[in-house]
């Protein structure tokens, strides 16, 4: 079973060939060596952000990665709704093809 971060590699790669503008969004924790403890996320941090981000024809639109058994988070949820609820457009992808179905879709209107 591929990881997470295959697929992710696979999507962005496949994106950046189509000339589609998109960006991963590191959101994990990070250690801090120095002071051997866990770094702080900051005031402004956004729970539940998707793994990619995008615009794609005048819409953004957030590609959230899972494996084929991954869940989806409630603070991935909600971020999906307000990334619609602000006339972008959001997706789990299990795969490359989940992706490539998602752009394949004729509404991509700018709302």
Request: glycine letters at 10%; a neutral charge; proline letters at 1%.
């Amino acid at each position: 079973m591929e990881n997470e971060k295959a697929i992710q590699n696979e999507i962005l790669d496949w994106l950046k060939l189509e000339g589609i503008f998109a960006w991963p969004i590191y959101n994990g924790a990070v250690f801090d060596v120095r002071r051997g403890s866990w770094r702080s996320q900051g005031k402004h941090y956004v729970r539940g952000v998707s793994d990619i981000i995008g615009i794609h024809k005048g819409r953004m639109f957030a590609i959230e990665v899972k494996t084929k058994t991954g869940r989806v988070s409630n603070e991935q949820a909600v971020f999906f709704d307000k990334v619609n609820a602000c006339g972008g457009r959001g997706v789990v992808a299990r795969c490359l093809d989940d992706v490539k179905a998602f752009f394949e879709e004729d509404d991509w209107t700018i709302m």
